[in-house]
Nanobody
């Protein structure tokens, strides 16, 4: 059973920064693609950023230039550095582990999510 545990969410003012982390229990972490999705109330789940096992990254247009995804295969973690946060970034952020990089199709394993609230 794969477990994904997110951390790092919280309340931040517009323009601020947060760093999310996701720790995986899967020993084969390095062969999986990892992603961060988010879901705001009343909205569909959407990809924020993804990174393949080879390090290729993919970002939603709305976060390009502000967010950076990275992975540490030795620690079995994936992180999301979020800068210049906007109120519209408010959502539950979920960590995703999957065997492919078809980011438009939610699939694979999911964490419980961590709340990010951007508000003054």
């Amino acid at each position: 059973q794969v477990q994904l545990v997110e951390s790092g969410g919280g309340l931040v003012q517009p323009g601020g920064s947060l760093r999310l982390s996701c720790a995986a229990s899967n020993a084969l972490f390095s062969i999986y693609s990892m992603g961060w999705y988010r879901q705001a109330p009343g909205k569909q789940r959407e990809l924020v950023a993804g990174i393949t096992s080879g390090g290729t990254t993919n970002y939603a247009d709305s976060v390009k230039g502000r967010f950076t995804i990275s992975r540490d295969n030795g620690k079995k973690t994936v992180s999301l550095q979020m800068n210049s946060l906007k109120t519209e970034d408010t959502a539950v952020y979920l960590c995703n582990m999957r065997g492919d990089s078809n980011w438009k199709a939610p699939a694979g394993y999911w964490g419980q999510g961590t709340q990010v609230t951007v508000s003054s």
